[in-house]
Every structure is written in C-alpha cells, then in structure tokens.
T-cell receptor, first 118, second 115 residues
Framework: AQTVTQSQPEMSVQEAETVTLSCTYDTSESDYYLFWYKQPPSRQMILVIR??????QNATENRFSVNFQKAAKSFSLKISDSQLGDAAMYFCAYRSKYSGGGADGLTFGKGTHLIIQP | ETGVTQSPTHLIKTRGQQVTLRCSSQSGHNTVSWYQQALGQGPQFIFQ???????GRGNFPPRFSGLQFPNYSSELNVNALELDDSALYLC??????????????FGPGTRLTVL
C-alpha cells in the first residue's frame, strides 16, 4: 500500500514571499500521479498541480511549482509571491496510474496548514 | 457546467442510527469516489462507483455501503453509526478513461456529527 507523509503540520510566510511545502511518499509502483490539493475554510478540495511520475520535468502552474525527486520519493510544492488567498490546508496526494480496482482512489497526507502574514 | 454538489451540508445523528449522504456528479462524469476526512486529517478513500457498481474500496467495514444511479449520482450509506464516524464526507466525480488521466473534482462535503 502507498503512504504519503507531510512532516510540516503548519507553515507561515509573509505575503509576497516564497514558501515550500514538503511531501514524501512510499510506493512500489513505477508509474503514478502525484498531486497537491488546496482546501480553504470553505472545505472544497481544489487541485493545485499534478505531476506524472514518468515525466522528469517538474510541473508548473503560474506561481505554483513542484520539485519532484523520484528516486528520493519526494514531492515538494513551492508557492512564489504568496498571496492572502493562498491561506489554506494543503494536501499532498498519490494515485496509481491505471484505472480500475480502486486504483483511482487518492491517498492523501495529513496536510500542512499554510498561514499568510500580511 | 454544474459542479459536484452534496447534500445535506451538515447532519447530526445518534450512535447506532443509519445515515444516507448524497452526491450529484459533475456533468459528463461517470465515476464517483467517496472519502472520509476526520478532523485534522487528510481524506481517506472509502470506495468508488463506476457504471453503478462498486469498483474498489479502501479500508472501511461493510457497514459503509453505497449506490450509484443511472444519472451517475451517488449515495453513501453508513449503518450502526459510531462516534468515530464523525467526519467530513467528501464526494469526487471524474470521467473514467483507462489510460487517460481523469481528474477528480470534489464537492463541498457533508459534515456528519455522531453523538
């Protein structure tokens, strides 16, 4: 079974600064997806960014980028130019590449609470 | 395009009772997944429904059951409620494709409190 570990329960950053959230995972599979989700106080889980394991290039979405280290099983999220609206819980998640047999179920970490200080 | 909706928003039940939570999937989606998120934790996968059949389950007992209807909406049923069942229940819909990426879109959740 896969596991996802987020070792930072809470992080704080000044508005406009850069912050990095850490995530490690464990799997015996060679091909899979990794995700970062944002959950604001409204509770709705929103996809921030995803990475396919077979792609060596790190994914980027505007101010959000990842540092994917497959051998180390590490998947960190960097948020540049932090904004007040970035304040939320951030969850790292894993999903097997192939559909069927429950493989579409996401495995989440425990989350990191990100605080943005004005 | 209508997103994923869930009802009710909040629910209070007593230990031993049964509860039904509902989810309407996003237009064009044929797969629904359910997750349980205890306070301060990440969501845990309960099960997934595809074409009206359960298609994979996480580590949850049989008293957690579900249904998917022809319009792809879904229900989560929990029997013999226990205090530890108190959680936020999230529903996510997606469009299944065996070799393609199928993003899961989440609903706002139902907050269940068991007293």
């Amino acid at each position: 079974a896969q596991t996802v570990t987020q070792s930072q329960p809470e992080m704080s950053v000044q508005e406009a600064e850069t912050v990095t959230l850490s995530c490690t995972y464990d799997t015996s599979e060679s091909d899979y997806y990794l995700f970062w989700y944002k959950q604001p106080p409204s509770r709705q889980m929103i996809l921030v960014i995803r990475q396919e394991a077979y792609k060596q290039q790190n994914a980027t979405e505007n101010r959000f980028s990842v540092n994917f280290q497959k051998a180390a099983k590490s998947f960190s999220l960097k948020i540049s130019d932090s904004q007040l609206g970035d304040a939320a819980m951030y969850f790292c998640a894993y999903r097997s590449k192939y559909s069927g047999g429950g493989a579409d179920g996401l495995t989440f970490g425990k989350g990191t609470h990100l605080i943005i200080q004005p | 395009e209508t997103g994923v909706t869930q009802s009710p928003t909040h629910l209070i039940k007593t230990r031993g009772q049964q509860v039904t939570l509902r989810c309407s999937s996003q237009s064009g989606h044929n797969t629904v997944s359910w997750y349980q998120q205890a306070l301060g934790q990440g969501p845990q996968f309960i099960f997934q429904y595809y074409r009206e059949e359960e298609n994979g389950r996480g580590n949850f007992p049989p008293r957690f059951s579900g249904l998917q209807f022809p319009n792809y909406s879904s229900e989560l049923n929990v029997n013999a409620l226990e205090l530890d069942d108190s959680a936020l229940y999230l529903c996510a819909s997606s469009a299944r494709g065996r070799w393609s990426y199928n993003e899961q879109f989440f609903g706002p959740g139902t907050r269940l409190t068991v007293l």
